[in-house]
């Protein structure tokens, strides 16, 4: 018992606590507050509009986009159950609205590319341009080939590669007998990769679009080092999977850098193995592959063996969020095009906030109503259901305060129509309830063997009924999107709270009141009165009746008397044969069934094929 | 309505002392059933359901600079050019507007244009128009399909495992269709727009209809657990008993699950002029009371014309119609035939109560 009340009050504490001390302001807008988030139609939200940019000039196709908003909508998903919109605007951009304020974390994983790469190593440098050729390893000066453009056309990428340096890289790459060939590096590659500096922050703002099939001159993530890269080998849209987690050390502990787990498809699995394999066997720096993720490297790790079971670990400068946004954006694909944020403003509630109230306040006038029709129905047991109510309600209410808090849950209006619904299902696991308890009375029990066992076959209907209701949430919410998915939150989650306060409140609260003289001896308001249930009397042996009415006890010879209409009544047209003699007295059983023999004679021909007719 | 009222009622509902023929009419219900669903399937196919801009996108008003950004000036003004069209008006930043229409015809669109700047007070370069492309796309309402079937495949697998009868899932999963058909039925002759908040409507009564219909089987399957071991009644006359006695919890829940939707729908939406919440609580509405009279009228009669296919069923039904043709030949009264048809024969087998029903010793 003490626990159930912990149960039930843990929801509240928690909320409370996350209020005290992770309190929502301005500067904490994902601090608990202990007002629900509501999404974009309640509350409005904030609009980022991105547009797509190809860096090679190709043409924006309409399918690209379809396949953007996609990735933007999963991405968006499975930061919590927030239904944000997303729709095509014009031809090149995308209008992503999501509720409340935005930060620039939200921005960059929705509007990331996150193209990623393999690539191998060809050079290694400082990150600061050089004038002359470096320390990188001497190449051969007879090829050209750049896609510095990447990095953002500045400085480094000012020579401009032009259409016959491309032609001569091609026919370069061409010539090579792998991808790892410095015979590949032309005297522009050269040029513009001694041109880069790595330590100006606009080169290391990324962007995807570089070709897969030309050489990448680019820097590290962090601005450490800079390198050049031969043609793509693994591409990122052979990964399976990607999780985040801290990396394993050398022999097997767990080390405290964050990373993200890769898992290959079968085809990366092959063209992984076959680069670790061949890498494995050359000199530093060409046995590193590098990772590139949207034209910048995460990490160039040196391969000391064949990797062959198609699972590779990317670690570098990683926190445990950014890990995870970057798990996040690869598990769900790479955006097939580049987007800049073309502005970002915030938008109004779709739905009037007027109209809004007007129908809530149409909505709390029927919540009054099933207080009204439940205290008719079941007088003072009424109040049972109406606190039942009112419990669940709580419940629900604080639960999604701490979802807004916790998983950024956003209550939208399709929600608010599940919670309303959801009025209806708590009620009804009362009534099934109460409506088995008043079965059991009638079968004569009394009132606490009749909640005992009313409960127990109460109980199987409501588990069966809420496990469809569950098995549709789960399913639901984890097979859509958007909407949908919202919807199938609030369904589950309010499925579980009915279950909840059906099982520790509801129940308990009967078998209190079983105990209860009010109830228990049937007062007339308690809703479980002799007048409203009638009582089937028991025959409890050694010629005592239980349940039987007193003044059906007392006045037993005027019990055939007592009710000459409560005759049977069915779909059949019987003629209800009489009890009483003509004398007024009770006939035996046996003169009973004569008497309705000879009136059933009668009819008996007119009445027996008609029923056949209805069983054939 | 028998003396007392509504609790005497449900008292002879339970003791089947009063009994309505739910089951043995059930050609009347299917008659009424296929009605409506001819009726619905019609009028989707000839009218359809109004799609709105959510599903196929349409044309985005920006008005920048406006002094108020009060949303029934953009409302008038759109509806100046294009009645009938519903637009979805919402403020962006501190001083634009942003009106969302279905797609006009480029004619259109400079009128609603002018329409809106001369409305808002602003000049006309100060509206821009665009097209937006739907936000609940196909790939959207692909996955929420997909989602759905999975789910109702996984609800009809489940309660032929709980109920031990594929043929009772089936015939809930049925009249659950039936449900949002007549829904969707109902909602297409109204002509409003479809919004995303109708589609979780619909779905919500899937739901509803699901869980109600569950509820009323499992009364029907406690009544007809051993059916085939006794000869008094037919599983036709267990389950219609069954039905009469879930009748209150049935009217009881619907009242109280439709009471707030018609609080939203008719005080709310005709009365306080809240229309933004009419699409939901309308498909709300029939919905609940669709799904609450197909789980008596048609989820439990079809589910008695399965299961009388089913060989055991349809063997005990014959034997048990055999035995009362023997008793009527006999004679026998015809008040004890019509307690049986009428199921409430309802034997509650007694238990060896040892020690306890012997007579005590007076002290």
Not at chain 2, 268 to 273: A, K
Request: glycine content about 10%; overall charge negative.
């Amino acid at each position: 018992m003490l626990l159930t009340i912990l149960t039930i009050l843990l929801p509240f504490g928690a909320l409370l606590a996350g209020w005290q001390l992770d309190g929502k302001s301005s500067d904490n807008p994902d601090g608990a507050s202990l007002a629900p988030g509501l999404a974009l139609d309640l509350q409005g939200g904030t609009q980022v509009i991105l547009k797509a940019v190809t860096s090679d000039g190709s043409e924006i196709t309409p399918e690209a986009m379809e396949e953007a908003i996609g990735v933007i909508r999963q991405r968006v998903d499975a930061n919590g159950v927030t239904e944000a919109e997303i729709a095509a605007q014009g031809s090149n951009q995308i209008v992503v609205e999501i509720p409340g304020e935005v930060d620039d974390e939200t921005v960059a994983l929705i509007s990331k590319a996150a193209q990623m790469k393999f690539r191998p190593v060809l050079a290694i440098g400082n990150p600061v341009p050089t004038t002359q050729p470096s320390a990188s390893p001497s190449a051969s000066a007879d090829g050209t080939g750049d896609d510095a453009q990447a990095d953002g056309g500045d400085a480094a990428a000012a020579a401009e590669p032009t259409k016959e340096d491309l032609a001569e890289q091609d026919k370069a790459i061409k010539a090579a007998t792998d991808p790892s060939d410095l015979a590949q590096i032309t005297p522009s590659v050269q040029a513009a990769y001694d041109a880069l500096d790595c330590t100006d922050p606009k080169n290391l703002e990324g962007g995807g679009g570089d070709n897969p099939d030309r050489l990448l001159v680019t820097c590290d993530q962090t601005g450490a080092a800079k390198y050049i890269l031969g043609p793509v080998e693994v591409d990122g849209t052979n990964l399976t999977s990607a999780s985040s987690g801290l990396m394993p050390g050398a022999n097997g502990t767990v080390t405290n850098e964050w990373g993200v787990n890769l898992d290959f498809n079968t085809e990366g699995t092959k063209e992984f193995r076959e680069t670790t394999e061949r890498l494995v066997n050359l000199e530093q720096p060409r046995n590193q592959f590098a990772i590139v993720l949207d034209g910048l490297v995460v990490s160039a790790p040196s391969t000391n063996v064949a990797i062959t079971n198609g699972q590779a670990q990317i670690s570098g400068s990683f926190t445990q969020e950014s890990a995870a946004t970057l798990a996040n954006q690869l598990s769900f694909g790479s955006l097939p095009l580049t987007f800049q944020v073309d502005g970002q403003n915030t938008i109004s509630a779709t739905l009037g906030s007027e109209q809004l109230q007007r129908g809530l306040i149409a909505g709390l006038i029927g919540l009054a109503l099933v207080v009204v029709y439940s205290l008719f129905q079941y007088r003072a047991l009424g109040l049972l259901t109406v606190a039942s109510l009112v419990v669940a309600a709580a419940m629900t209410y604080v639960v999604i305060a701490l979802l807004s808090w916790g998983i950024g849950y956003r209550l939208s209006l399709p929600g608010v129509a599940g919670l309303i619904v959801a009025i209806g299902f708590t009620a009804d696991s009362f009534i099934v309830y109460f409506e088995r308890i008043r079965d059991e009375l009638r079968d004569g029990r009394s009132l606490r063997l009749a909640v005992q066992r009313g409960w127990v076959r109460a109980r199987r209907t409501i588990y069966a009924a809420k496990a469809v209701n569950l098995l549709s949430a789960v399913i639901l919410y984890f097979m859509t999107v958007g909407g949908v998915r919202g919807f199938a939150f609030t369904l589950g989650l309010t499925t579980i709270i009915d279950v909840m306060v059906v099982i520790w409140f509801t129940h308990p609260m009967m078998e209190l009141l079983a105990k209860v003289p009010f109830f228990r001896d049937g007062h007339k308001w308690s809703g479980l009165s002799a007048d409203r249930i009638e009582v089937t009397p028991r025959y409890r042996g050694a010629g005592q009746l239980s349940g039987a009415r007193p003044d059906a006890t007392t006045d037993a010879p005027d019990l055939g008397t007592a009710e000459p209409d409560r005759e049977l009544v069915t779909a059949q047209s019987v003629t209800p044969a009489p009890r009483t003699a003509e004398d007024g007295r009770r006939m035996t059983i046996a003169e009973r069934r004569a008497a309705e023999r000879k009136a059933a004679a009668g009819s008996a021909e007119t009445t027996q094929p008609a029923q056949n007719e209805e069983n054939s | 309505m028998a003396r007392g009222g509504f609790a005497q009622w449900g008292n002879d509902l339970y003791t089947g002392r009063r009994s309505y023929p739910i089951v043995q009419r059930r050609r009347l219900w299917y008659s009424i059933v296929a009605l409506f669903s001819a009726a619905s399937i019609l009028v989707l196919v000839f009218q359809g359901l109004n799609l709105g801009i959510d599903f196929r996108g349409g044309s985005e008003f920006t008005v920048s600079g406006v002094s108020t950004t009060d949303e029934d000036v953009a409302i008038d003004a759109v509806a100046t050019v294009a009645p009938g069209e519903e637009p979805h008006v919402s403020q962006v930043g501190a001083n634009a507007v942003r009106v969302q229409v279905s797609e006009l015809d480029s004619e259109q669109t400079d009128q609603v244009g002018e329409a809106l700047a001369s409305a808002y007070g602003v000049s006309v370069d100060e509206v821009t128009s665009n097209f937006i492309g739907p936000t609940w796309g196909q790939s959207v309402s692909l996955r929420a399909l997909w989602g759905t079937v999975a789910f109702v495949l996984a609800a009809a697998v489940f309660m032929a495992v709980y109920f031990r009868a594929w043929r009772m899932s089936v015939a809930a999963i049925v009249a659950m269709l039936t449900d949002v058909l007549v829904s969707a039925g109902v909602y297409a002759v109204i002509g409003w727009e479809v919004t995303p908040s109708t589609i979780i409507g619909f779905l919500t009564i899937l739901g509803f209809s699901l869980y109600d219909k569950m509820v009323v089987f499992d009364k029907v399957r406690e009544n007809t657990a051993s059916v085939t071991e006794q000869t008094r009644s037919t599983y036709a006359e267990r389950a219609n008993l069954a039905v009469n006695q879930t009748l209150v919890r049935s009217i009881n829940t619907s009242v109280v699950a439709l009471l707030p939707v018609a609080g939203i729908l008719f005080v709310g939406g005709f009365l306080l002029g809240a229309g933004t919440l009419k699409d939901i609580s309308l498909s709300l509405f029939v919905g609940i009371a669709a799904g609450a009279l197909s789980s008596l009228f048609f989820a439990t009669p079809l589910d008695v014309t399965l299961r009388e296919r089913e060989p055991k069923i349809a063997a005990h039904t014959k034997k048990v119609m055999d035995l009362r043709a023997g008793l009527v030949a006999e004679g026998a009264d015809e008040g004890m035939l019509a307690a049986a048809a009428s199921g409430s024969a309802q034997l509650v087998p007694g238990h060896h109560q040892g020690q306890a029903a012997q007579p005590r010793r007076r002290r």
